[in-house]
Structures are given as structure tokens and as C-alpha cells.
Nanobody, 116 residues
Framework: QVQLVESGGGLVQPGGSLRLSCAGS????????MGWFRQAPGEQRILVAA????????NYADSVKGRFTISRDNAKNTVSLQMNSLKPEDTGVYYC?????????WGKGTQVTVSS
């Protein structure tokens, strides 16, 4: 059974930082392009950052460019998201999944709340 487990979320003040991690079962991460998705309350889940299988190319939503950095470690089957200069609008549940996403791969996500 494929499993992706996200961690690292929490409550942080505006301007703060968090680092999210995603661990995958088997070789799901090392064999796929991966992404981090965010679902804010009452909104659809959106892709905020993506990275190719080899890690040579990354893409970001305009709203997070220059503040978020996605990275991966294929040997450890993990993908991370470094989030700096956090804003209240970054609040939501963050999920990792392949790109394009697979419905069976969604995990429970990790909650990020940016508030003073």
C-alpha cells in the first residue's frame, strides 16, 4: 500500500519559517516528480511547489515564489518544503503527492497556521 506521510506543520507568526517533510513508502518518491499542495479552509487544493524526479527543475505558484523552496532526497525517499517569510494566506493543510497527483496517494497532510 502506497503511503505518503507529511510532517512539520504548526503555528507560526507572520514572517516566521517552517520546514515540511514528506516520507514515502517504497520508491514512490524516488520514481516520480513530486509536489506540495495546499488546501486552505473553504478552498480547493492547489499545487504550490513541484520538483522533477531528478531534482533539476522546480516550479512554484506565484504566491510563494522567492519564499518557498522544494527539495528532495531520493536515497531517503523524502521530499521537503522550506517555507520562509510566512504570511497568513499561507495557512492551510499541506499535502505531498506525485505530479500529476494520484487519488490513492493522498495522506492526512500537515496543518500550517500563520497567525499573530
Amino acid at each position: 500500500q502506497v503511503q505518503l506521510v507529511e510532517s512539520g506543520g504548526g503555528l507560526v507568526q507572520p514572517g516566521g519559517s517552517l520546514r515540511l517533510s514528506c516520507a514515502g513508502s517504497g520508491s514512490i518518491i524516488s520514481r516520480n516528480a513530486m509536489g506540495w499542495f495546499r488546501q486552505a479552509p473553504g478552498e480547493q487544493r492547489i499545487l504550490v511547489a513541484a520538483i522533477t524526479m531528478g531534482g533539476d527543475t522546480t516550479n512554484y505558484a506565484d504566491s510563494v515564489k522567492g519564499r518557498f523552496t522544494i527539495s528532495r532526497d531520493n536515497a531517503k525517499n523524502t521530499v521537503s518544503l522550506q517555507m520562509n517569510s510566512l504570511k497568513p494566506e499561507d495557512t492551510g493543510v499541506y499535502y505531498c503527492n506525485t505530479v500529476p497527483w494520484m487519488v490513492d496517494y493522498w495522506g492526512k497532510g500537515t496543518q500550517v497556521t500563520v497567525s499573530s
